[in-house]
């Protein structure tokens, strides 16, 4: 499994939170989201330093992963629902909360500290609550730049940062500190953003820490069981395996608490009829070690993941060839280069993964084009070549593989361009383009809008996808 399934301790507020971890190992989960509150890890306990290390004894104990949520709702205030927050006039109140936090966090060893901006009191301006929400943010930021903890923040229905795209330019704002990453709420995407989630999560590939499951309706922010709303559960779960994601996504139903274990059995068979071919084969898992001890180990593993792993497309009824979400080998692949950005040093992994891509076969190239969303700030021009040299080629697996979220981030808009109507001149659909609709300007639609002219000029059909782009463009 690319990533880690928990589920959230806010949807356990009946229960001790020893007995809610138990009950979530006992049924399968990986992982936990662990939702800070007055009686599950009281962050202003006296005895808190006992209490988060006898959590930490039994989160390594079960084997849990964990991240730290802090969206407890009167844990601050006991009149006024996730008040003060990061926007309010006390904001202070709310920094001091994350703060410590971030430091349960670092004790716990969790992945991230999940937080959002809150409600915009109806007195205050637009430039005021930047201005607190930026300056909050800064002196989280300083609290795990000493802890060395990330911190993932969550646009949320109805507050300050509600869009990817707002938490998206709040982070550029900041400088894009390294610390900062994403929380993306699945169910969010269904009820206010302008894409599917399975869309938000290839937008914010590369930047995604912490992952919430959980079905919505458009227009109402109510967290569903899986099936009762508008989620396409399985296409959500197959793009946060095609763009690589490794941490945790956690099911979050803060209003079942009344039937948890229940529910939380319904959720973990849901995931699991959802989920795309994974790859959990014992020698992928032995790679992944032998990449880890030796990173040159890398050299003759990569070319030998298709043979031993398979090399099946991930969702075959929706997408035969893989074009547009991969391959079984091609996230193999895409993992270990996860692993070799971790034990690589980031001056070091530039070249390696250039190498891979030099001397690889076909499906060597794509396995990389598939990984370049784990690379490191310092891999960004290597990474931009090596997508380069891909939209060179007629190779339908490679165009297709280039155009992923890194392409989105990363390529000029000229490239870019040109790389789109590549993928119309070799055939490639653009399901298998990142960020096609944000990135589309007028240039582009004029340029596809020749094309077509041309097509017809010379008697021949127009793809489909080229008449969809002139529609609704």
């Known amino acids: 499994m690319t990533f880690h399934l928990g589920y959230g301790t806010n949807g356990f507020a009946n229960h001790r939170l020893t007995d809610a971890l138990s009950v979530l190992a006992d049924l399968g989960y990986t992982a936990v989201a662990l939702t800070l509150d007055h009686h599950h890890l009281d962050p202003f306990a006296d005895d808190l330093s006992t209490q988060v290390d006898h959590v930490r004894r039994q989160l390594a104990r079960l084997g849990l992963r964990c991240v730290v949520e802090t969206g407890a709702r009167y844990l601050l205030d006991p009149y006024r629902k996730h008040f003060p927050t990061l926007v309010s006039e006390d904001v202070d109140v709310r920094v001091d909360f994350l703060r410590r936090a971030v430091r349960v966090a670092a004790d716990l060893g969790a992945d991230c500290v999940s937080f959002w901006s809150g409600i915009t009191p109806s007195d205050v301006d637009s430039a005021t609550a930047r201005q607190r929400m930026l300056a909050g943010v800064g002196e989280v930021l300083a609290e795990a730049d000493r802890r060395g903890v990330m911190l993932g923040l969550e646009p949320e229905p109805g507050m300050y940062v509600q869009h990817l795209a707002q938490a998206l330019d709040l982070r550029a704002d900041l400088g894009d500190p390294d610390r900062l990453g994403i929380t993306l709420d699945v169910g969010h995407c269904v009820a206010v953003e302008p894409v599917d989630a ?43 395996a095609e763009v690589g994601y490794t941490g945790v996504a956690a099911v979050e139903l803060p209003r079942h608490s009344h039937a948890a274990p229940d529910v939380a059995r319904r959720a973990l068979a849901a995931l699991r009829a959802a989920m795309p071919l994974q790859v959990d084969h014992p020698w992928l898992v032995d790679a992944e070690r032998k990449v880890r001890a030796d990173p040159k180990a890398v050299e003759t593993l990569f070319p030998a993941v298709g043979r031993n792993v398979g090399r099946d497309p991930l969702r075959p009824e929706a997408d035969p060839k893989g074009l547009v979400h991969g391959t079984v080998d091609d996230l193999a692949r895409a993992r270990l280069l996860a692993v070799l950005a971790e034990v690589l040093p980031p001056d070091a992994f530039p070249d390696a993964v250039a190498d891979l891509y030099r001397y690889g076969d076909d ?21 931009v070549g090596i997508i380069e040299d891909a939209l060179r080629t007629n190779d339908i697996r490679l165009v297709a593989a280039a155009l992923g979220p890194f392409a989105a981030r990363h390529l000029d808009q000229h490239a870019w361009r040109h790389g789109v109507l590549k993928c119309l001149f070799v055939g490639v659909p653009l399901g298998a383009v990142a960020d096609l609709d944000r990135r589309t300007d007028a240039e582009l639609l004029r340029m596809v809008s020749d094309y077509a002219d041309e097509r017809r000029a010379a008697g021949r059909d127009v793809p489909a996808d080229a008449l969809r782009m002139l529609e609704t463009g």
């Open 363 to 383: 499906a060597e190239r794509r396995g990389v084009l598939r990984g370049l969303s784990v690379l490191p700030d310092k891999a960004t021009t290597a990474g």
């Open 198 to 240: 399975a869309e938000c999560v290839r937008r914010a590939a590369g930047l995604l820490v912490n992952v919430q499951l959980d079905d919505m309706r458009p227009g109402v922010h109510e967290h569903l069981e899986f099936g009762a709303g508008d989620l396409d559960l399985e296409a959500t779960l197959a793009a946060l």
